[in-house]
Each structure stands twice: as structure tokens, then as C-alpha cells.
């Protein structure tokens, strides 16, 4: 069973546009949204995470925007880089109570463009 | 801090073979995860400890896996005998709890190839 569905699976965009990846859950019990960005041959890397007592949280040009009655979150990288090229995982888990056992998304390769 | 370190980085080896990959995690860190990826199905859950304890092996495909963490800083997968199904992106990965949450932080993987 596929918890974490996420899309589209791969995606071009012109360096300065905006990339944006969706990702849907169905387990409510979810309350920790992580954000990975993984490079060739490196291990997947925390870009940005959200609780869902917020609707969206920023840091820098990366955005997550969280919709609790929809179940969806999705990641906005604003201003693209030819460097923030890489795959990109949602993943989602049950933070309270112990442990982080993350559930990932199947990925998003970006690719962006000069 | 080294950040979590695991070893081999590649390894090629025949089907039937035992393969043991190793594991440092960050040292504090209280959980230990190890998890596989492959083009097919993505990024897995194996198996997770806590304060050395295994807590949740649910992801372990098979008999012919097993995972041991004897003590904080060390922790081992074992695939004996290895098949070449079993050929994927091994990640060793560790968190603890602080102020800010449970950040789990990735090794550098380990590049399995059964031929």
C-alpha cells in the first residue's frame, strides 16, 4: 500500500521559474512532512519539514504549502537553479511517540535548465 | 561531526555470497535506520532501532536478511544468501530528538551489485 503518493515524476524547468512537487497521503495519523533532496551517488538530505498545525512554512526560495483537509502538501522551489538540480523525496511519518519511521514518496527528478 | 559513515561504499559480489554492511552513526544519535532503495520500488524501510534495540523489522524482505546493532556506534546488515533482487542502494541513516524534532540525517550508501 502506497501511503505517500507524489508527482510528477520527473519535471524541466527554466532557470528563475518555479518548481513545484505534489505529494498526497492517506494516513491521517501523519504529522511530520520532511522534505529530501538527494544528488547522484550522495544519501537523501533534509531540505525543509512541516507540521500540520501550519499551512505553509518557508526558508529560503523553498516553500511548503500543507492542505490537512485535502491531505496534500507539495514543495515550491522559487527562482530554480541549474544546482538545485536533483531528486527530490516527500516522505511522511508519525513523529509523536517516538521514533521518525519515514514513508517516502516515489521522487521527482528536476531537472533545471539555463 | 563525521556525519553518519558507512562501508563499503560499492561492493560486487556472486549470488549466494554473504554480504555485511556497516554502519557509524552520528555519535548521540539515539535511532538507527536502515533503509534500500532501487529504481523500482524507491526508498524502503528495513528495519529501525532505538537505544540499540531493534523496534520495528516489518520492512525486512526476507529470512535471509538480518540486521544487528551491538552497541551505539556500530550497526551491521547481513544478507546471507545474497540474490541478485538484492542488488540496490543500501542507506544507514540516524536522528535523535532535540529541540528542533527528529531530523534524520543519511549516510553515503552502500552500492550493492549480486551478479
Known amino acids: 500500500q502506497q501511503q505517500v503518493k507524489q508527482s510528477p515524476q520527473s519535471l524541466i524547468v527554466q532557470k528563475g521559474g518555479i518548481s513545484i512537487i505534489n505529494c498526497a497521503y492517506e494516513?491521517?495519523?501523519?504529522?511530520?512532512f520532511p522534505w529530501y533532496q538527494q544528488f547522484p551517488g550522495k544519501g537523501p538530505a533534509l531540505l525543509i519539514a512541516?507540521?500540520?498545525?501550519?499551512s505553509e512554512k518557508k526558508e529560503g526560495r523553498f516553500t511548503i504549502s500543507f492542505n490537512k483537509s485535502a491531505k496534500q502538501f507539495s514543495l515550491h522551489i522559487m527562482d530554480s537553479q541549474p544546482g538545485d538540480s536533483a531528486t527530490y523525496f516527500c516522505a511522511a511519518s508519525i513523529l509523536t511517540g517516538g521514533g521518525n519511521k519515514l514513508t517516502f514518496g516515489t521522487g521527482t527528478q528536476l531537472k533545471v535548465e539555463l | 561531526d563525521a556525519g553518519v559513515i558507512q562501508s563499503p561504499r560499492h561492493e560486487v559480489t556472486e549470488m549466494g555470497q554473504e554480504v555485511t554492511l556497516r554502519c557509524k552513526p552520528i555519535?548521540?544519535?539515539?535511532?538507527l535506520f536502515w533503509y534500500r532503495q532501487t529504481m523500482m520500488r524507491g526508498l524502503e524501510l528495513l528495519i529501525y532501532f532505538n537505544n540499540n534495540v531493534p523496534i520495528d523489522d516489518s520492512g525486512m524482505p526476507e529470512d535471509r536478511f538480518s540486521a544487528k546493532m551491538p552497541n551505539a556506534s556500530f550497526s551491521t546488515l547481513k544478507i546471507q544468501p545474497s540474490e541478485p533482487r538484492d542488488s540496490a542502494v543500501y542507506f544507514c541513516?540516524?536522528?535523535?530528538?532535540?529541540?528542533?524534532?527528529?531530523?534524520?540525517?543519511f549516510g553515503e550508501g552502500s552500492w550493492l551489485t549480486v551478479v
Open positions: 494516513n491521517t495519523a501523519f504529522d511530520y
Open positions: 555519535s548521540g544519535h539515539d535511532y
Open positions: 512541516i507540521r500540520p498545525d501550519v
Open positions: 541513516a540516524s536522528s535523535t530528538w532535540t529541540g528542533a524534532g527528529n531530523t534524520i540525517y
